[in-house]
Nanobody, 123 residues
Framework: QVQLVESGGGLVQAGGSLRLSCAAS????????AGWFRQTPGKEREFVAAISRGGSITFYADSVKGRFTISRDNAKNTVGLQMNSLKPEDTAVYYC????????????????WGRGTQVTVSS
């Protein structure tokens, strides 16, 4: 099985930037698609971004398109999320995930989840 650990969360002012990273352990996940989700109290987990196993195809939620960039480094078994022009509504716990395809990720059907990292954007 794969274990995913997120890092890079923290407190940032509106308009600022933050980079999240997710490291896989237990097994390489280079043959799997990957993605990011976020969740706030009282809400369902929300899709943020997905990336194909080779990194050539990406998808983004409309709410973050143009501001966030997903990437991956298969040699290091990591996936990143560069977040720019952050808004208070971006405040959430961010989770990384991997699955068989970007379609599965976008359907909220990943195979593995990380435990999350808190991102707080102040106004």
């Amino acid at each position: 099985q794969v274990q995913l650990v997120e890092s890079g969360g923290g407190l940032v002012q509106a308009g600022g930037s933050l980079r999240l990273s997710c490291a896989a352990s237990g097994r390489t996940f280079s043959n799997d698609a990957a993605g990011w989700f976020r969740q706030t109290p009282g809400k369902e987990r929300e899709f943020v971004a997905a990336i194909s196993r080779g990194g050539s195809i990406t998808f983004y939620a409309d709410s973050v398109k143009g501001r966030f960039t997903i990437s991956r480094d298969n040699a290091k078994n990591t996936v990143g999320l560069q977040m720019n022009s952050l808004k208070p509504e971006d405040t959430a716990v961010y989770y990384c995930a991997n699955g068989a395809s970007t379609a599965a990720i976008r359907r909220s059907e990943p195979d593995y989840w990380g435990r999350g990292t808190q991102v707080t954007v102040s106004s």
